[in-house]
């Protein structure tokens, strides 16, 4: 045989194989065993907002209370029991039960209440009561009921404002 030919066809044969080898697919394999923990620590928190308490145009010659109301709006964490509580405002005398709206150095008096009967004054934690509840994770509503008591008639008139501080415990 002409070696020229057997060298060939070895090579031929040589490179059949080799690319037989490459191209038989692997087998995978897998172990297990390894594990990766995922932790986290869900805190209770909360937060509180309000909505503006307007009484809008408010005619006090006609010696009658005039009410208004405002949401204050709580989202705590899941279980966690909050109350909410309000100080006096920033009415040079107001207190508690007899918050003060001013313009200039006329002070307009109101209340707030928890309920819309205004029965419970909304309080500071030591005068008044709080609102409560417990975290759902989603918004809860309190309409807080503001009452200006009658009898007011004397005041000028004007543009009568307060800011009053919530504060949520929890």
């Known amino acids: 045989m002409n070696t020229n030919i057997f ?4 090579a031929l044969v040589a490179t059949f194989g080799l690319v037989a080898l490459v191209a038989q697919p692997a087998t995978a394999q897998t172990t297990t065993g390894g594990t990766m923990v995922a932790n986290a620590v869900v805190t209770p928190d909360c937060v509180v907002s309000a909505t503006a308490l307007n009484f809008g145009n408010t005619n006090v ?3 009658q209370q005039h ?5 204050v709006n709580v989202v705590c964490t899941s279980g966690t029991a909050w109350s909410a509580t309000a100080d006096k405002g920033l009415g040079a005398t107001a ?3 007899m918050r003060q709206m001013q313009s ?4 307009l008096n109101y209340s707030l209440y928890t309920t819309p009967a205004a029965a419970t ?3 500071d934690g ?3 009561s709080a609102l409560t509840g417990i ?9 807080v009921t503001g009452m200006i008591p009658a009898n007011q008639t004397t005041l000028p008139a004007g543009t009568y404002t307060d800011t009053v501080t919530v504060t949520v415990t929890y």
């Open 135 to 143: 975290g759902t994770g989603q918004s809860q509503t309190t309409t």
């Open 121 to 123: 004054v909304w309080g």
């Open 61 to 63: 010659t006609d010696g």
């Open 104 to 107: 200039g150095s006329n002070n």
């Open 7 to 10: 060298r060939a066809r070895y």
């Open 95 to 97: 207190d508690i039960t």
């Open 126 to 128: 030591t005068t008044g």
């Open 67 to 71: 009410t208004g109301t405002a949401n």
